[in-house]
């Protein structure tokens, strides 16, 4: 709150127009939505969201794409080695224990790592945060929490269309009722389908339609609950999904079968989950593990950590392992030997088009019928701050990625001059 006094109080003494308008800010989610699910779908609502708002061609998630380290970018705005939340799995590598995505949720150090979440920052500038369902919302950081907060039980149906709804009443309920500012929204669809039937199936454009009508619904709902004037909904994903091959079709990654490569000179390994791998060599074993790896399959790319791709922003960090593995499109790498069936994967080099979400964004805040180039996804959470009008914290992130969608009446040119 102090932070905003200062900043109206100094427009009030230079004489600029104070904008009294008020901004609250709906993130929403839709796992492994990727940019070009709405090309073979009819999506009406996505549509007439893109026409009253602002639509990217796509966006570029960090690596590694998958669902909780992306998804804590988006609520810090910076890159995976930065925030810490390395994994979808907790795992420690002299116990040997890992724990699932979703027992992972619980773990706090996991998550409270060094970065704050956008919920803890607004709430200390004296705004009202709430968060249903989005990853890292069972945690607390530094001690604080999403002033209000559902969490997914275990075992939750996430393709229940009528939870969709409900889910959506109660977060527009607690922005009206409980007078809430920014509020982080989550539906685990349509990863799950994309993962079970593959991106390019019938059961995924299906899942795409319902995507759509609860769109449709969210923004009927917002209506319904007075907050038009109010709400800017951004509705986003944690990474995009490629069809994975195999039966023949193409010579599989198997870790086992390569020669001169054993278990037994890893003390930890973290391998069948999807296209990407760590190993921790025991000591002294490190060049013998990579020179036996590196080159022995034309799609397994092996790396050591400090060598790995800049653009990937996934060495800086003790908890990334000494080796890293990843698999080109198509591909997955399996360990002794094939425990993976889907048939869809995410988990990609973040270059990779069919690894990219989608991006669209709706409110008094957004121009309306403005369609803009790609941005990484590190670049919404200063958008974000922006539009509440509170003081980010360090991130990767830069405003002038996004703010050409911004009309200048909502948070007056200048009114923050610290990015
Ligand atoms: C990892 O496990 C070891 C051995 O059980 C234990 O000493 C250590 O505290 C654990 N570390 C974490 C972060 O849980
Ligand atoms: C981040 O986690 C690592 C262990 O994984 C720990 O050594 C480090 O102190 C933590 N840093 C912060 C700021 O919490
Ligand atoms: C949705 O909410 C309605 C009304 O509160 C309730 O009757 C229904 O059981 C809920 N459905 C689901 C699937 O949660
Ligand atoms: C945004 O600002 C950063 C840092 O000042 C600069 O490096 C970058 O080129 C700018 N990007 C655009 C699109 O202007
Ligand atoms: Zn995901």
Redesign the pocket.
């Given at each position: 709150m102090k932070t905003r006094l200062c900043l109206l109080w100094a427009s009030f003494l230079l004489g600029a127009p104070v904008n009294k308008q008020r901004h609250r800010v709906l993130l929403i989610s839709f796992d492994g939505f990727r940019w070009d699910y709405d090309r073979d779908v009819d999506t009406p609502n996505l549509d007439k969201m893109a026409e009253d708002g602002v639509k990217a061609l796509y966006v570029t998630p960090p690596y590694i794409t998958i669902t909780s380290p992306t998804h804590f970018t988006l609520l810090s705005g910076r890159y995976v080695e930065n925030h810490g939340v390395i994994h979808n799995m907790w795992f420690?590598t002299?116990?040997l224990e890992k724990k699932s995505y979703y027992q992972s949720q619980f773990v706090n150090?996991w998550w409270d790592n060094g970065t704050l979440p956008i919920w803890i920052t607004a709430q200390r500038q004296g705004l009202k945060t709430g968060s249903l369902h989005f990853p890292g919302t069972a945690s607390s950081y530094q001690g604080e929490t999403a002033m209000v907060r559902e969490v997914e039980p275990a075992l939750y149906n996430y393709k229940n269309e009528l939870e969709w709804k409900n889910n959506t009443d109660k977060v527009m309920g607690w922005f009206r009722d409980q007078d809430l500012d920014f509020v982080s929204l989550y539906f685990g669809e349509p990863d799950g389908t994309g993962h079970r039937y593959g991106p390019d199936s019938p059961q995924r454009r299906e899942m795409v339609k319902q995507v759509d009508r609860t769109v449709g619904y969210i923004r009927e709902s917002a209506q319904r609950h007075g907050l038009d004037d109010s709400l800017n909904i951004i509705i986003t994903a944690d990474h995009g999904m490629t069809t994975v091959y195999r039966n023949g079709l193409v010579e599989e990654i198997i870790l086992s079968k390569i020669p001169g490569f054993s278990f037994s000179d890893l003390s930890f390994h973290l391998v069948d989950f999807g296209p990407s791998g760590m190993l921790l060599p025991k000591p002294g074993k490190l060049e013998k593990v990579y020179n036996a790896l590196k080159g022995s399959h034309p799609h397994l790319h092996v790396y050591k950590k400090e060598e790995l791709p800049e653009h990937l922003h996934f060495s800086k960090n003790d908890r990334i392992l000494p080796i890293i593995l990843w698999a080109d499109l198509g591909y997955v790498i399996n360990g002794y030997f094939p425990v993976q069936f889907n048939k869809g994967e995410h988990g990609f080099d973040n270059q990779e088009m069919d690894m990219k979400p989608f991006f669209r964004a709706v409110g008094p805040a957004f121009h309306k019928n403005l369609e803009v180039g790609p941005f990484e996804t590190v670049n919404i959470y200063p958008l974000m701050c922006h539009i509440l009008g509170i003081q980010p914290e360090v991130n990767d992130g830069h405003l002038n990625a996004t703010k050409h969608m911004l009309v200048t009446s909502s948070r007056a040119e200048g009114e923050f001059t610290s990015d």
């Open positions: 420690n002299t116990s150090e």
